[in-house]
């Protein structure tokens, strides 16, 4: 079978960086397309894609070039916004900021995967930034590259549940490359948004309408990028068109904003729910519960809610011990809105372990996490809202510290915690981490 050009050119870059690999030399000139993606690819994109997995930070993804932008207006950093930190976390000798060997910091990609010597080297001289042009990293392209392709395998007006509009969709590379991107609608009077990510292969995203003028055609753009560049791909109009020109609220959790574990020291959930709606004049109604596997909790019903923040308590005494969802339902009369919160584990065991008995271990987290620039998040272990955090990755996960510390941090006291530590943090998490205020 004859094989095209840019499938060729494709081949041959992986197979370049295979041959690397095994001591070939490094190509003069690195570029993301054909030299750096393959790599990241292989070794990076299965923790650091998007959704990231395993415990990996949600702020970046290493498996497009450019930033993208989420439904929520949150910015995702892309490899080239990353390239500093790929090369200080992939390099035994870099020294950070001050000219000092962070020995704190992990090495990436963790044990079992390793990075070869020339695997390295290519990652480091694209990440150099005496190699790059106009300030950046160099992008670079495949010969002959193909744009992706992406298909409606549904009718626009096939799938409309109410406001809530189901976009089915096949997105394909003829190159055999991977690709991502973000679906986007706008008007000619407005600026587009984006209304969520676009994945490799079949798949659907829901448009919710209902946020968007009445009786207005909006045109949808996918904006795919498959490492030579970005590709804006026409898919097409869709008319609103309401029996009523009304707008529904959005409704979005402020308080729990992340995983969180309550015990019985403290028994009392601080809830913030926001609702937003541009129409002037409505009135709204919160409803909010916990629910899990099929039964729920009402912690408010129908209660009269303003446009902003408004607070509700949970209180967790004598409520079953398992890991519950908040559920938030916004109303204006005429249009609803739900939205589901983080996970939140209820406890109820005996407090048996003090803040005391475990402060000198979170030390141990200290040299990455306390604040000292180094790659981590900056982290209190005084913070209640950290805790359901630190418990799925220290106790659940067991994956922080990370394995690839004790490798990289030979010069300094070994940080692993024993299975024995990692039970008295999770044992003091779970009743409630007394001495925590």
Request: hydrophobic residues 40%.
């Amino acid at each position: 079978m004859k094989r095209t050009e840019t499938t060729t050119a494709f081949i041959v870059a992986i197979i370049a960086t295979m041959a690397a690999c095994d001591g070939l030399q490094v190509p003069q000139k690195v570029t993301w397309a054909e030299h750096v993606k393959p790599i990241v690819a292989a070794k990076c994109v299965h923790c650091h894609g998007y959704p990231a997995i395993q415990g990996a930070p949600n702020t970046f993804r290493l498996d497009v070039f450019e930033d993208t932008t989420t439904a929520d207006g949150r910015v995702i950093f892309g490899a080239a916004q990353m390239v500093a930190s790929i090369g200080t976390r992939i390099d035994h000798d870099a020294l950070d900021g001050f000219g000092v060997k962070p020995y704190s910091i992990p090495i990436m990609p963790p044990a079992p995967a390793s990075l070869s010597d020339a695997q390295r080297q290519i990652l480091l001289d694209w990440a150099n930034p005496l190699n790059w042009e106009n300030g950046r990293p160099l992008r670079g392209t495949l010969r002959g590259n193909r744009a992706p392709t992406l298909e409606l395998t549904q009718p626009l007006d096939s799938s409309l549940d109410g406001d809530l509009l189901t976009i089915h969709y096949d997105l394909r590379d003829p190159d055999g490359e991977t690709v991502a991107g973000v679906l986007r609608v706008g008007n000619s009077a407005s600026d587009s948004v984006v209304v969520g990510p676009l994945g490799l292969g079949p798949g659907q995203i829901v448009w919710d309408t209902g946020q968007f003028d009445n009786n207005t055609t909006y045109a949808l753009v996918a904006v795919v990028e498959d490492g030579s560049g970005s590709h804006d791909i026409d898919m097409g109009s869709y008319q609103i068109s309401r029996t009523d020109a009304n707008l529904a609220p959005t409704v979005s959790f402020v308080t729990p904003a992340r995983d969180t574990v309550m015990g019985d020291a403290v028994q009392s959930l601080a809830i913030t729910v926001n609702i937003g709606d541009t129409d002037a004049g409505d009135s709204h109604t919160l409803s909010v519960r916990a629910a899990t596997d099929g039964a729920f909790i009402r912690i408010a019903d129908d209660a009269p809610a303003a446009v902003g923040d408004n607070s509700f308590t949970w209180n967790t005494t004598g409520v079953p011990a398992r890991i519950w969802r908040l559920e938030a339902t916004a109303s204006d009369g005429t249009a609803t809105r739900t939205v589901t919160s983080r996970p939140i584990r209820v406890s109820h065991e005996p407090a048996t372990v003090d803040f005391q008995d475990v402060s000198g271990l979170f030390l141990k987290c200290a040299e990455c996490h306390g604040g000292t620039g180094l790659p981590g998040p900056e982290f209190d272990p005084l913070d209640r809202s950290m805790l359901g955090r630190v418990y799925q990755r220290v106790v659940l996960q067991r994956n922080m510290p990370p394995e690839s510390y004790r490798t990289y941090n030979s010069d300094a006291t070994d940080p692993q915690l024993t299975p024995e530590e990692r039970d008295m943090i999770g044992q003091w998490i779970l009743s409630g981490a007394p001495g925590v205020p």
